[in-house]
């Protein structure tokens, strides 16, 4: 049996934390930045956690 692939996707989007939630970025913050308010565009700067409902999905792309 070969060795199971952890997603090069989800390796390059997601970190865990030192308590092991998993980490990630805002989304909309690539382009079209003008009709962005600069409290909304710094709040996206910041990273946040992945939901608790969406995390074993997410682990299972990981292999954790």
Request: no cysteine.
């Amino acid at each position: 049996m070969p060795k199971v692939k952890t997603k090069s996707s989800a390796k390059k989007r997601f970190a865990l934390t030192g308590t092991g939630k998993i980490k990630r970025k805002h989304a909309f913050k690539s382009h079209i930045l003008t009709k962005k308010s600069t409290k909304r565009k710094r709040e996206l700067t910041k990273a946040g956690l992945v939901h608790e409902s969406d995390e074993g999905r997410v682990r299972d792309m990981l292999r954790i």
